[in-house]
């Protein structure tokens, strides 16, 4: 019976994980990096975008091609250059009538907007055109640029999430579980519960985006694998150690596997449900991507816990000592005073944090103090599309040469939708704007679809691109609606770009009235969306403070404890962000940080963070009770010290990884969350937390029962013993 039950739970996970395994193939099915999954869910550039299909017919996303010569380009070139539209054309995902070549002014490039269908492959489309841009002869040279290019450029950055990112997450981890064991077989056990979770949790979340229940996208795809992988093994090596010290006191491996159990399923318990707790605020975010994030990584964080307390334990409890060969736990009798006693670091460590506790803790305050002085140079405002990959971008390219020859704006306008009756107004504010290069309507008669539009003595006139004589177009009207297109002088993805769409709005309300015309377009989607992240990380930030906190008094059933444990991660934050943004300024020379990587380092660091120091203060506590609140701290920080310091180490290998993947915002949140784990494990949980709460004494348990009965004096392991009746009323 003792055997049936372990072996149960096995092929339960064997077959979860075996099912989940054969969808790592399938993702692109249900996931996309177009920018409608970025897009804030009440701005005005989002109720644009929902409306575009009313003017164009269809939903696309525009590619723009340009070519260029040695110099002006001759009549020979211009013909070869009004072949490529029909090439276009053939290619299937291709969308609407391509535009002819457009000449610029100086003679030196031609520029062709190739509608895209939003809904297809959109990388393999801007594949194909590129293929037939780079079969042009000798003389010419071409790009694929617009938001179908950065776009096919964020999703060639992300191909790597199944295959690499993972490989060399799981290889990092081994190679620390090799180092930490110094066993063949424990590792593997480790991390096929681990990816056994991720598997079931990938299977999970693959039918919710399936179903349209959330939204999965590459960003979010790879921090579900790393914290996945992360966490299961962070939860696996808090219940490896518990395994081994019920071994070591000679207990059978079916009387350890319940030991081991019921000392790691409360912290577990705990860390889990403090992550998931953190993780579902950001369902409080207007951003689609964000929202996602908080339900999708907590089914991760779910199925991780569950690896940790089922298929794990029925793994031990299967092959008992045998798992931890060549060095089997043996029994050892238990030392008088592990501290005073105890040889290694963490004996030493305990001993030097009882002789120097405040200096210590005020030590470690001012450096990390000092080091959070670094966050006022992070410039986490938000960066241009053409900076979010790392390394070659063909897309940042061709903007680069389009901006030369042409107006930066081109083929990224600024959509305005206004009503029927107000385009005289809302023309004359647009065309008299600075950083307005021209205004175009949407028409249905045009050959390209739009024709020119402005104002002369206060009527509209409308021309439309064409031979002499071509008929006047008329303007598409939707719902009492035009669609009115702005091409900007800048860059579409520049700030001052932005600025101008910002002023243009200002402008339109003050003339046509507050919220009579809608701007919306790809530099209007990112000044929202980077207004959006700076709202939602004001807002969510004190709220996972405030839901961490209830969560420790529950657990640690104090108020004095909680209070100190959120201060200290908060420091240990501002101290890792610190250094982040020195590293990313001056030795990475990042041109800048989106304003979510705050909100995403704040969440996992205090959430993973504090995990630490729950493994750390419910051990303190258990000690506590038996020996007296310093003496069980220092009894507590020998007993966590190697696992959690291992756990820091796995977890930290896991988010580096994330580096591996070119997108500047995955690079970011790697180092941050990197850093800041492996400060939370050797200085704040290893130091600062022990130091100050052993100079605090049982007063950091105020105000629970243990604070105002539990001994605090040291005892011998004899006297110290409480009965088990008293040990009752003071965990209550």
Same mark, same amino acid.
């Given at each position: 019976?003792?055997?049936?039950?372990?072996?149960?739970? @096995?092929?339960?996970?064997?077959?979860?994980?075996?099912?989940?395994?054969?969808?790592?193939?399938?993702?692109?099915?249900?996931?996309?990096?177009?920018? &409608?999954?970025?897009l $804030?869910?009440?701005?005005?550039?989002?109720?644009?975008?929902?409306?575009?299909?009313?003017?164009?017919?269809?939903?696309?996303?525009?590619?723009?091609?340009?070519?260029?010569?040695? #110099?002006?380009?001759? $009549?020979?070139?211009?013909?070869?250059?009004?072949?490529? $539209?029909?090439?276009f054309?053939? @290619?299937?995902?291709v969308?609407?009538?391509?535009s002819?070549?457009?000449?610029?002014?100086?003679?030196?490039?031609?520029?062709?907007?190739?509608?895209?269908?939003?809904?297809?492959?959109?990388?393999?489309?801007?594949?194909?055109?590129? &293929?037939?841009?780079?079969?042009? +002869?000798?003389?010419?040279?071409?790009?694929?640029?617009?938001?179908?290019?950065?776009?096919?450029?964020?999703?060639?950055?992300?191909?790597?999430?199944?295959?690499?990112?993972?490989?060399?997450?799981? #290889?990092?981890?081994?190679?620390?579980?090799?180092?930490?064991?110094?066993?063949?077989?424990?590792?593997?056990? !480790?991390?096929?519960?681990?990816?056994?979770?991720?598997?079931?949790?990938?299977?999970?979340?693959?039918?919710?985006?399936?179903? =349209?229940?959330?939204?999965?996208?590459?960003?979010?795809?790879?921090?579900?694998?790393?914290?996945?992988?992360?966490?299961?093994?962070?939860?696996?090596?808090?219940?490896?150690?518990?395994?081994?010290?019920?071994?070591?006191?000679?207990?059978? *491996?079916?009387?350890?596997?319940? &030991?081991?159990?019921?000392?790691?399923?409360?912290?577990?318990?705990?860390?889990?449900?403090?992550?998931?707790?953190?993780?579902?605020?950001?369902?409080?975010?207007?951003?689609?991507?964000?929202?996602?994030? #908080?339900?999708?990584?907590?089914?991760?964080?779910?199925?991780?816990?569950?690896?940790?307390?089922?298929?794990?334990?029925?793994?031990l409890?299967?092959?008992?000592?045998?798992a931890?060969?060549?060095?089997?736990?043996?029994?050892?009798?238990?030392?008088?005073?592990?501290?005073?006693?105890?040889?290694?670091?963490?004996?030493?460590?305990?001993?030097?944090?009882?002789r120097?506790?405040?200096?210590i803790w005020?030590i470690?305050?001012?450096?990390?103090?000092?080091?959070s002085?670094?966050m006022?140079?992070?410039?986490? /405002?938000?960066?241009?599309?053409?900076?979010?990959?790392?390394?070659?971008?063909?897309?940042?390219?061709?903007?680069?040469?389009?901006?030369?020859?042409?107006?930066?704006?081109?083929?990224?306008?600024?959509?305005?939708?206004?009503?029927?009756g107000?385009?005289?107004?809302?023309?004359?504010?647009?065309? %008299?704007?600075?950083?307005? %290069?021209?205004?175009?309507?949407?028409?249905?008669d045009?050959?390209?679809?739009?024709?020119?539009?402005?104002?002369?003595?206060?009527?509209?006139?409308f021309?439309?691109?064409?031979?002499? =004589?071509?008929?006047?177009?008329?303007?598409?009207?939707?719902?009492?609606?035009?669609?009115?297109?702005?091409?900007?002088?800048?860059?579409?993805?520049?700030?001052?770009?932005?600025?101008?769409?910002?002023?243009?709005?200002a402008?339109?309300?003050?003339?046509?009235?507050?919220?009579?015309?809608?701007?919306g377009?790809?530099?209007?989607?990112?000044?929202?969306?980077?207004?959006?992240?700076?709202?939602?990380?004001?807002?969510?930030?004190?709220?996972?403070?405030?839901?961490?906190l209830?969560?420790?008094m529950?657990?640690?059933r104090?108020?004095?404890? +909680?209070?100190?444990?959120?201060?200290?991660?908060?420091?240990?934050?501002?101290?890792?962000?610190?250094?982040?943004?020195l590293?990313?300024?001056?030795?990475?020379?990042?041109?800048?940080?989106?304003?979510?990587?705050p909100?995403?380092?704040f969440?996992?660091?205090?959430?993973?963070?504090?995990?630490?120091?729950i493994?750390?203060?419910?051990?303190?506590?258990?000690?506590?009770?038996?020996?007296?609140?310093?003496?069980? @701290?220092? *009894?507590?920080?020998?007993?966590?010290?190697?696992?959690?310091?291992?756990a #820091?180490?796995?977890?930290?290998?896991?988010?580096?990884?994330?580096? !591996?993947?070119? @997108?500047?915002?995955?690079?970011?949140?790697?180092?941050?969350?990197?850093? =800041?784990v492996?400060?939370d494990?050797?200085?704040?949980?290893?130091?600062?937390?022990?130091?100050?709460?052993?100079?605090?004494g049982?007063?950091?348990?105020?105000?629970?029962?243990?604070?105002?009965?539990? +001994? /605090?004096?040291?005892?011998?392991?004899?006297a =110290?013993?409480?009965?088990?009746?008293?040990?009752?009323?003071?965990?209550?």
């Amino acid at each position: 019976m003792r055997i049936g039950i372990p072996v149960v739970l @096995i092929l339960v996970w064997l077959i979860g994980g075996s099912v989940g395994g054969m969808y790592f193939g399938k993702v692109e099915e249900v996931s996309t990096n177009d920018q &409608s999954s970025f897009l $804030p869910e009440s701005a005005d550039a989002t109720q644009v975008q929902e409306r575009l299909p009313d003017f164009a017919g269809s939903e696309s996303i525009p590619a723009v091609v340009v070519v260029t010569g040695d #110099g002006e380009l001759t $009549p020979d070139q211009l013909t070869i250059t009004t072949d490529l $539209p029909i090439a276009f054309a053939e @290619i299937e995902g291709v969308s609407g009538d391509v535009s002819p070549p457009i000449p610029s002014e100086d003679g030196e490039a031609v520029q062709l907007f190739v509608p895209i269908d939003a809904d297809g492959e959109i990388r393999d489309v801007v594949a194909e055109l590129r &293929s037939i841009v780079a079969e042009l +002869p000798d003389g010419l040279e071409g790009w694929v640029t617009g938001p179908a290019g950065f776009t096919a450029d964020l999703s060639e950055g992300f191909l790597g999430i199944d295959g690499l990112l993972l490989l060399v997450a799981l #290889g990092a981890v081994f190679v620390i579980l090799i180092i930490v064991y110094r066993s063949p077989l424990l590792p593997i056990l !480790v991390l096929a519960s681990s990816l056994f979770a991720l598997c079931v949790a990938l299977l999970t979340v693959w039918w919710l985006a399936y179903a =349209g229940i959330v939204v999965l996208n590459g960003q979010v795809q790879g921090i579900l694998f790393i914290l996945v992988i992360g966490a299961a093994t962070d939860y696996a090596l808090l219940y490896v150690a518990r395994f081994r010290e019920a071994l070591s006191h000679g207990e059978a *491996r079916w009387r350890a596997t319940l &030991s081991a159990a019921r000392g790691s399923f409360e912290p577990i318990l705990a860390s889990g449900g403090t992550v998931i707790a953190g993780l579902l605020c950001l369902l409080l975010s207007d951003l689609a991507t964000n929202r996602a994030l #908080g339900p999708i990584a907590s089914i991760g964080i779910v199925f991780a816990m569950l690896a940790a307390l089922t298929f794990l334990p029925a793994l031990l409890a299967v092959f008992g000592r045998v798992a931890f060969w060549p060095f089997v736990p043996k029994r050892q009798a238990a030392a008088s005073d592990p501290v005073r006693d105890g040889r290694g670091v963490w004996p030493a460590t305990a001993r030097l944090v009882a002789r120097r506790a405040r200096p210590i803790w005020i030590i470690c305050t001012v450096v990390l103090l000092g080091a959070s002085v670094g966050m006022l140079q992070l410039k986490a /405002d938000g960066v241009s599309s053409s900076d979010l990959v790392l390394g070659a971008s063909q897309a940042r390219d061709g903007q680069a040469v389009l901006a030369e020859h042409f107006p930066g704006g081109s083929g990224s306008p600024a959509y305005v939708i206004v009503p029927e009756g107000e385009i005289a107004a809302a023309t004359t504010v647009l065309a %008299d704007a600075d950083g307005v %290069d021209g205004v175009a309507v949407a028409a249905e008669d045009s050959p390209t679809g739009q024709a020119s539009v402005s104002v002369v003595d206060g009527d509209v006139v409308f021309e439309a691109a064409g031979p002499p =004589g071509t008929p006047a177009p008329e303007p598409m009207v939707s719902e009492g609606d035009v669609l009115l297109q702005v091409t900007l002088a800048d860059p579409a993805d520049s700030a001052a770009a932005e600025e101008t769409v910002a002023q243009l709005r200002a402008d339109l309300d003050a003339e046509l009235g507050s919220g009579t015309a809608l701007v919306g377009g790809v530099t209007a989607v990112a000044l929202d969306t980077n207004a959006t992240s700076i709202r939602d990380r004001t807002l969510i930030i004190p709220i996972v403070l405030i839901v961490i906190l209830a969560i420790l008094m529950l657990l640690l059933r104090s108020v004095l404890a +909680p209070v100190l444990l959120i201060a200290t991660v908060i420091v240990s934050f501002g101290a890792a962000l610190g250094i982040s943004a020195l590293v990313f300024n001056h030795l990475f020379g990042f041109p800048g940080a989106d304003p979510a990587v705050p909100l995403y380092g704040f969440v996992f660091l205090v959430a993973l963070g504090i995990d630490y120091n729950i493994f750390l203060m419910t051990r303190v506590r258990e000690e506590s009770l038996r020996h007296g609140t310093r003496q069980g @701290i220092l *009894r507590g920080l020998v007993a966590t010290g190697g696992v959690i310091t291992s756990a #820091g180490l796995v977890l930290a290998a896991t988010f580096a990884a994330l580096g !591996v993947i070119p @997108i500047l915002f995955l690079a970011q949140i790697a180092f941050i969350v990197a850093f =800041g784990v492996l400060l939370d494990t050797f200085v704040v949980r290893s130091l600062l937390v022990p130091a100050l709460s052993h100079d605090i004494g049982r007063a950091i348990w105020w105000p629970s029962r243990l604070w105002r009965a539990g +001994p /605090d004096a040291p005892h011998t392991a004899a006297a =110290g013993q409480t009965d088990a009746a008293t040990r009752r009323t003071l965990e209550t």
